[in-house]
């Protein structure tokens, strides 16, 4: 059975960071590709990076985020520097079964999502 639960997210000021934590359930972690999404009030779910043996980011958030896991800890992270105040959404982390990954659709499993807000 797989469980994916959030945590990290909070209020910061414009230009700050925040790192987001998955702790995930289940066996096999190591083969999972993993992703983060968000969603913001009043617009879809969208894609923000997912990690594998490779990374792929949203162009939005090139260069500011950095996805990482530790298979030992069975966690994925989000670091989010450089934060915006349109980076502020509900981000959630997802186990993918198929490609391509940055499609929701491909995700199967799903966190509850933490709150990223961010000031100006």
């Known amino acids: 059975q797989v469980q994916l639960v959030e945590s990290g997210g909070g209020l910061v000021q414009a230009g700050g960071s925040l790192r987001l934590s998955c702790a995930a359930s289940?066996?096999?972690?190591?083969?999972?590709?993993m992703a983060w999404f968000r969603q913001a009030p009043g617009k879809e779910r969208e894609f923000v990076a997912a990690?594998?043996?490779?990374?792929v980011y949203a162009d939005s958030v090139r260069g500011r985020f950095t996805i990482s896991r530790d298979d030992a800890k069975t966690t994925v992270y989000l670091q989010m520097n450089s934060l915006k105040p349109e980076d502020a959404a509900v981000y959630y982390c997802?186990?993918?079964?198929?490609?391509?990954?940055?499609?929701?659709?491909?995700?199967?499993?799903w966190g509850q999502g933490t709150q990223v807000t961010v000031s100006s």
């Open positions: 997802a186990k993918a079964f198929r490609s391509p990954y940055t499609i929701d659709s491909n995700y199967d499993h």
């Open positions: 289940g066996r096999s972690f190591d083969t999972w590709t």
């Open positions: 990690i594998s043996s490779f990374t």
